[in-house]
């Protein structure tokens, strides 16, 4: 899976904005831009993909992802 496909199952998952802003620095109006489709993710910078990616890797694309199994 490369960052851009990354960025996007970050967008699309159910982590909550203001988590997702609070981790990358990416603005909350950004994300939900990128959620409501006002802005598209492919076209945004590439920091911001970069960002959402390292979210995807450290958190998965939703909530409960990376929980721990017992």
Known sequence: ?????????????DHKGLKISKMTGVTRVTISNYRTG???VAKGSWVVVTK?????????????????KL
């Open 38 to 40: 006002k802005s598209d």
């Open 1 to 13: 899976m490369n960052d851009m496909e990354k960025a996007q199952a970050v967008i699309a998952g």
């Open 52 to 68: 959402l990616a390292r979210f995807y890797d450290a958190y998965g694309a939703n909530e409960y992802d990376k929980q721990i």
